[in-house]
């Protein structure tokens, strides 16, 4: 790799760099669940709040997309009590006061997804 700085060219940091990458998987996790379910409640900046908290908490790109393209962003809302805009707390919430999540996120992703071959 050149090590020379072309004129012009900044150089960011890794910390930078690997905030960048994150918002590209935001970006694209947010182009293939926009179409979700509750989106209209929740509106993009909220839709997007919630993938990084679901990546912040360690889900990958496939349970994020299969939560975020699920009903559980319905739920969120509703047992917050909410019929305006929910948020990722509420989704956070929601994720917290189920059991065995891990187990319901993986019948998440087969069923939005079918088996793994």
């Keep these: 790799m050149n090590s020379k700085k072309l004129s012009g060219e900044k150089k960011i940091t890794e910390a930078q760099f690997k905030r960048n990458i994150r918002e ?14 509750s989106f209209d409640r929740y509106g993009e900046g909220n839709w997007r709040a919630s993938i990084r908290m679901l990546l912040d908490r360690g889900f990958d790109h496939r349970a994020t997309q299969a939560i975020m393209l699920s009903k559980w962003t ?31 996120v993986d019948e998440l992703v087969v069923g939005t997804f079918g088996a793994a071959s």
């Excluded at 998987?25 to 979700?36: D, I, M, N, P, Q």
């Excluded at 990722?88 to 059991?99: E, G, K, P, T, V």
């Design 24 to 37: 590209i998987e935001v970006a694209r996790l947010f182009e293939e669940t926009c179409s979700g379910y």
């Design 74 to 104: 319905r739920w969120a809302g509703d047992a917050a009590g909410k019929d305006s805009r929910v948020n990722s707390l509420d989704l956070a919430r929601f994720i917290d006061s189920q059991r065995d999540v891990l187990a319901q």
